[in-house]
């Protein structure tokens, strides 16, 4: 419970990491229910954008399934520290792509 007149603060970089909601939050699982999270826009606030950034990210992701073979992790990846996203600083890859 939150006491009346307190003061929160919500980070962007938290959303869909709560452990009580989400089975292993920090794992990526394409195949979980996604009813109930926060990205591109859900919930009663929806970003104006998200139906573009959506086409283009399956353009992009049909695009390199058909080119690439495979990517390999080349170092460690490390985060961008960062008190209201999540992203990274380094996520450095090899790609292989099909013959």
Known sequence: MIPEGSKILMFLGA???DPDRWTDPERLDLTR???G??????????????RVARLEAEVL?????????SFEFMAEPRRHANNTLRAWESLPVRVRTAA
């Open 33 to 35: 229910d996604s009813s």
């Open 15 to 17: 959303a869909n990491h």
């Open 37 to 50: 999270h926060v990205g591109f826009g859900m919930g009663l606030h929806q970003c104006v954008g998200q």
């Open 61 to 69: 992701l049909t695009a390199l399934a058909r080119r690439v073979e």
